[in-house]
Each structure stands twice: as C-alpha cells, then as structure tokens.
C-alpha cells in the first residue's frame, strides 16, 4: 500500500510523519492506498497526477506504503522519480513499529537491476531524500544494467540523504553476486548522508559507493559478499570541512567477505590547500573475509580504529602491502595526519608485505624539511597483533615513508599484544625507506627495520 500526504490542512506540508499521520481520519487515507508496483511507480514519478487527494508541496513528496507485505515489480522497470520534487520520503505508515515493505524483483521478467532512480532538476539546500523499511529482493536469471554506474539505489544531488532499516537482495541467498550487476546504493553530490540499520550482499559490484564527498555516519551497517567493496568513498568534495566518515557497530557494523577490500576511501585527489585532516572514525566495525584486504585509506585523514575487529582478509600470494589495514596518509605543510589503533584486534590476515598493518607517509617534495608535521601511527588500548602472514616482510606491521621528503613518527603502547606473525623478513614489524601507492610497487628496500619479536620493540 503507499500513501502520499493527503491535503488535509489550509496550505502545502513538506514532510508527514507516522505520527501525524496517525491523525488523518481512516476515510482520508484510503482515499490515497497503492496496493501495488505499477501504482507505487506512477505515484513516485508524478505524485499530482497519481490522485488529486494526494497532492503534496510544490517540490515535495511525502509517500508511505503498507506496514508489512511485498510488492511485485514484475515486468515493470526502475522508478525515476519526479524530478522536480525535491523532498522525498518513502516509508511505510502504521501505528505501530513497521516490519518493513519488500519490492521483489524477478530478473527473469525484467532484467533491469535498477529498481529506484532520484535526481531533482534543482538542489536547492534543503533538498532531501529519506528511505526507510524498505527492502530489495532479487530472483531470477542474470540481471543487466544501462546506466553506469549502476545502482540498486541510485541518488545523485540531494543535500541530505538518509537510509534506514533497509536491506537490498535480503534473505535471497540463492541468487549470485553476478546475477545483479550494480552497486547496492549510489549515493552522489550529498553534503550528509546517514546510513542506519542498513543491509547489502550480493551485488556484483560496491555494497555502498558514495561520489563526491559528504559527511557519512553508519551505525549497524552490514554489506556481504559484493564483488567489489562493501563500502566505496570516491572522488572527495574540493572543500575539507564536508568531510568525514563515521562507522558504528551500536550494535554491529560488519562487512565481510566482499571481492576486494571491506572499506575502500580515496581523497587523494583533494586539494593540498585543505586545512585540515578528514576524520574517519570506525568503531566497533568488523572487516573480515575480504578477499584482497579489510580496509584501503588514501588522503588527509586522521584514521580513528577503535574496539573492532580486521580479521582473515587478503592473500599472502597478492602482490599488495597490508592485508589487514592499508593506510597511506598524505600530509601538507600545515596538517598533520595519523592512524590509532585502539583496542582493535588485527589478527589472521595474508599479504605480501606488512600482513596485518601497512602504514605510509606520503607528502610532495616541496614540503620536504625537518619540521614538517609528521603523520603518527599509534597502537594503543591493548590491541592484539595475531597470527598475520606476510610471504615476504612484516607480518604484524610494515611501514613506508621516504625520509628526504616525509615524516613519520610511530608509539606502540605497552600493553600492544603482538601474538605469533609469520614473515622471512621482520615477523614482527618492518620498514621501508621507499614505496609507491600502487600495489604493484617493488618493495625490495624493505630494510631499515627488522622486528622478529615482540620484545625487540618494547623493552
């Protein structure tokens, strides 16, 4: 069922919650019900003309669909929705707590992924796009897709974008990651984004990929088993202080078992006038079973790794560095960089060189003095370092900085556990004086540094 804002008051109303909603006489609201796909697409695309009773404002849109049950897409395509609206909200309306909408998509009638498509004509800035309690279940044959990239979900240009209590390809275990070629939710151009109680697995390509900068904060997000990453942030704003990324478990963030890493940032191509360093904080976050590594970070960043979990990622046989975690942090002449490690197990991952931890300073060489600011690593809240494979140079840590042109600074606590990693070369932790980005880099001048054990770096 789907129901927008009945016109019930003297002028237009921009949002209706369930609570207000609750307030609309029974006669009013079924005036508005949608009982079915074709229904909930008409209304999304032209709300006005769906029913005269469920006119909204101008620019937006209020649509609510039945508490529990399904719909079928059938041979019907991907809603784009109208856009001219620039409010939109999609969640069921109930009195009581919502056990969530599902829109079941059988590829064998219509092979198109794309099931949602948002993008106003006009961002104005109090545009916005809310979802919630409404999940995405695939079946049938393999799907196609024409627009790229591809998304499940697919928002571009909204202020504000927030997605809660929804799960794409839930409880479909039987359909393949290659069978829906997309990402699960694109989200591009947003200035905040807020992801809660979010669920993804199976889609051939990034669980989330985010375009375009944004401030993003997730608590219990869960992406499994995408062919690409579990969470993609590309393509960073010009301006720093739109920034950041915020991971909570609250009570369990994970991503698990994704094609290449588990978290993949990249603000390298930021501007080097940024003022200061992009927060990314992950707490309480699981990484594990990713096929290449549990996290790749690139950028200005102060990394913030607390009371999670990086375990069982990446392949010894892989020619990368940090199978576990891969920071490289750029610093500028005026802002200093880090990555803490606080509480975290690292335990079980496989690289080539620095198996569980990989950290990098990087910074051009017109900064190169002694007093630039140094990008500190820290390892501190009793972490354990366990049982990481590297096939040729740090098991548990490696580090890389050019020291002409950089500065590193790295404190291991006392109370840092480092268990038994394997390595030919510093099973323990070992450093580079060279090494480039690229994951093909020739590490062979790991050679500063060589700590087989434990005791040799806290005496």
């Given at each position: 069922?789907?129901?927008?804002?009945?016109?019930?008051?003297?002028?237009?109303?921009?949002?209706?919650?369930?609570?207000?909603?609750?307030?609309?006489?029974?006669?009013?609201?079924?005036?508005?019900?949608?009982?079915?796909?074709?229904?909930?697409?008409?209304?999304?695309?032209?709300?006005?003309?769906?029913?005269?009773?469920?006119?909204?404002?101008?620019?937006?849109?209020?649509?609510?669909?039945?508490?529990?049950?399904?719909?079928?897409?059938?041979?019907?395509?991907?809603?784009?929705?109208?856009?001219?609206?620039?409010?939109?909200?999609?969640?069921?309306?109930?009195?009581?707590?919502?056990?969530?909408?599902?829109?079941?998509?059988?590829?064998?009638?219509?092979?198109?992924?794309?099931v949602i498509v948002a993008k106003?004509?006009?961002?104005?800035?109090?545009?916005?796009?809310?979802?919630?309690?409404?999940?995405?279940?695939?079946?049938?044959?393999?799907?196609?897709?024409?627009?790229?990239?591809?998304?499940?979900?697919?928002?571009?240009?909204?202020?504000?974008?927030?997605?809660?209590?929804?799960?794409?390809?839930?409880?479909?275990?039987?359909?393949?990651?290659?069978?829906?070629?997309?990402?699960?939710?694109?989200?591009?151009?947003?200035?905040?984004?807020?992801?809660?109680?979010?669920?993804?697995?199976?889609?051939?390509?990034?669980?989330?990929?985010?375009?375009?900068?944004?401030?993003?904060?997730?608590?219990?997000?869960?992406?499994?088993?995408?062919?690409?990453?579990?969470?993609?942030?590309?393509?960073?704003?010009?301006?720093?202080?739109?920034?950041?990324?915020?991971?909570?478990?609250?009570?369990?963030?994970?991503?698990?078992?994704?094609?290449?890493?588990?978290?993949?940032?990249?603000?390298?191509?930021?501007?080097?006038?940024?003022?200061?360093?992009?927060?990314?904080?992950?707490?309480?976050?699981?990484?594990?079973?990713?096929?290449?590594?549990?996290?790749?970070?690139?950028?200005?960043?102060?990394?913030?790794?607390?009371?999670?979990?990086?375990?069982?990622?990446?392949?010894?046989?892989?020619?990368?560095?940090?199978?576990?975690?891969?920071?490289?942090?750029?610093?500028?002449?005026?802002?200093?960089?880090?990555?803490?490690?606080?509480?975290?197990?690292?335990?079980?991952?496989?690289?080539?060189?620095?198996?569980?931890?990989?950290?990098?300073?990087?910074?051009?060489?017109?900064?190169?003095?002694?007093?630039?600011?140094?990008?500190?690593?820290?390892?501190?809240?009793?972490?354990?370092?366990?049982?990481?494979?590297?096939?040729?140079?740090?098991?548990?840590?490696?580090?890389?900085?050019?020291?002409?042109?950089?500065?590193?600074?790295?404190?291991?606590?006392?109370?840092?556990?480092?268990?038994?990693?394997?390595?030919?070369?510093?099973?323990?932790?070992?450093d580079a004086l060279e090494g480039?980005?690229?994951?093909?880099?020739?590490?062979?001048?790991?050679?500063?540094?060589?700590?087989?054990?434990?005791?040799?770096?806290?005496?």
């Amino acid at each position: 069922m789907l129901l927008a804002c009945p016109l019930v008051r003297s002028v237009p109303i921009d949002y209706v919650d369930p609570q207000e909603a609750e307030e609309v006489s029974d006669a009013a609201v079924n005036d508005c019900i949608v009982t079915n796909y074709t229904e909930l697409k008409a209304a999304l695309e032209d709300p006005p003309k769906f029913k005269n009773k469920c006119k909204t404002g101008t620019a937006s849109a209020a649509i609510f669909t039945q508490c529990t049950g399904e719909f079928e897409r059938g041979a019907d395509g991907p809603i784009v929705l109208n856009s001219g609206i620039t409010v939109w909200t999609i969640k069921p309306w109930c009195k009581t707590k919502p056990l969530g909408q599902d829109i079941k998509i059988d590829l064998g009638k219509n092979s198109n992924v794309a099931v949602i498509v948002a993008k106003p004509t006009t961002a104005d800035t109090s545009s916005s796009f809310t979802l919630d309690n409404i999940n995405f279940v695939f079946s049938g044959s393999v799907g196609s897709c024409t627009s790229e990239p591809c998304a499940v979900v697919q928002i571009d240009a909204f202020r504000t974008v927030t997605i809660s209590n929804t799960k794409i390809n839930a409880g479909n275990s039987a359909v393949a990651a290659a069978s829906i070629p997309a990402s699960g939710i694109r989200i591009k151009s947003a200035e905040t984004i807020k992801l809660e109680r979010v669920g993804i697995n199976q889609v051939q390509l990034d669980g989330i990929l985010v375009e375009g900068g944004g401030k993003v904060e997730g608590k219990t997000v869960k992406v499994k088993g995408c062919g690409g990453n579990g969470l993609q942030y590309k393509t960073c704003a010009s301006n720093d202080v739109k920034e950041s990324l915020k991971l909570e478990g609250l009570p369990a963030s994970s991503f698990i078992g994704n094609g290449n890493a588990g978290l993949l940032m990249d603000c390298s191509a930021a501007p080097e006038s940024n003022t200061k360093a992009v927060p990314v904080t992950l707490s309480q976050v699981t990484f594990s079973k990713n096929a290449k590594r549990g996290m790749w970070l690139r950028g200005t960043f102060a990394v913030n790794i607390k009371k999670g979990s990086v375990d069982g990622n990446g392949d010894k046989e892989s020619n990368i560095c940090g199978g576990g975690v891969r920071v490289i942090l750029r610093n500028t002449a005026t802002v200093k960089t880090g990555l803490t490690v606080d509480g975290t197990t690292v335990k079980g991952n496989k690289a080539k060189y620095g198996a569980g931890i990989c950290f990098q300073s990087r910074s051009t060489a017109t900064f190169g003095s002694p007093s630039l600011p140094q990008s500190l690593l820290r390892l501190t809240g009793n972490p354990l370092v366990d049982k990481n494979e590297a096939k040729v140079c740090g098991g548990g840590l490696a580090t890389i900085a050019n020291l002409d042109t950089e500065r590193m600074a790295v404190a291991i606590d006392r109370g840092t556990k480092w268990g038994k990693n394997e390595a030919e070369k510093g099973k323990t932790w070992c450093d580079a004086l060279e090494g480039k980005d690229e994951d093909d880099a020739d590490f062979s001048k790991f050679k500063s540094i060589w700590f087989t054990d434990p005791s040799d770096i806290v005496n």
